[in-house]
């Protein structure tokens, strides 16, 4: 059974700081996805991850995966308030499977 | 296009009721799922559908029932709701078989009394 876990739950940080999301996930895949989810609203796709080594930016935010260590992170720089939100990972199963698992997510708080 | 829209968007039942959530994408996308979310439990998943006419069981399935009788439509039906169920429930939907990217709806927020 696939288990994603993301650390830390929830992360309180100062605007201009750095700082990384990890996802750890327990059996092999190449193929993980991070969402953001501002309070009330729906998941919104960010980062699509589909290989080793893979390496994504937008913005502030950079993704990246290792699947030797089946390892994801997502690193912030520079926090800004707008960047407040619940961040998921997802890995896919695979072998064909068509599910995703999520993690549980992080809640991110960026104060002035 | 509207992406993936889900119908109503604020419910609230009593013990018992029933009530039918609908879900509607207009991407052409053949998998559709059912997640729904509670505080500390993240997303979870329902049921789901690879294509028209079929449907699959996943990680909490019981009190729910799903149909896609057409490919853009994938309904989440509670028989008899209870207190359990309150919860967000998201829709979402994804294309191809090698990337499973979701995109995911609007939500719905069922209170059930």
């Known amino acids: 059974e696939l288990k994603v876990e993301q650390n830390p739950l929830f992360l309180s940080m100062q605007e201009g700081k750095n700082y990384t999301i990890y996802c750890n996930y327990s059996?092999?895949?190449?193929?993980l996805y991070w969402y953001r989810q501002d309070p009330g609203k729906s998941l919104e796709s960010l980062f699509v991850?589909?290989?080793?080594?893979a390496v994504k930016q937008e913005g502030r935010l950079m993704a990246s995966l290792d699947t030797k260590a089946r390892l994801s992170t997502l690193h912030i720089t520079a926090a800004v308030h707008d960047l407040s939100a619940t961040y998921f990972c997802a890995v896919d199963m695979q072998g064909g499977s068509e599910k995703l698992v999520f993690g549980k997510g992080t809640k991110l708080t960026v104060n002035p | 296009n509207a992406g993936v829209t889900q119908t109503p968007k604020f419910r609230v039942l009593k013990t018992g009721q029933s009530m039918t959530l609908l879900c509607a994408q207009d991407?052409?996308?053949?998998?559709m799922y059912w997640y729904r979310q509670d505080p500390g439990m993240g997303l979870r998943l329902i049921h789901y559908?690879?294509?028209?006419?079929?449907?699959a069981k996943g990680e909490v399935p019981d009190g729910y029932n799903v149909s896609r009788l057409k490919k853009q439509n994938f309904l989440l039906g509670l028989e008899s709701a209870a207190p359990s169920q309150t919860s967000v429930y998201f829709c979402a939907s994804s294309y191809t078989i090698r990337v499973h990217e979701q995109f995911f709806g609007p939500g719905t927020r069922l209170t059930v009394l």
């Open positions: 991407m052409n996308h053949e998998y």
């Open positions: 059996t092999t895949s190449d193929r």
């Open positions: 991850l589909l290989s080793n080594g």
């Open positions: 559908s690879v294509g028209e006419g079929t449907t």
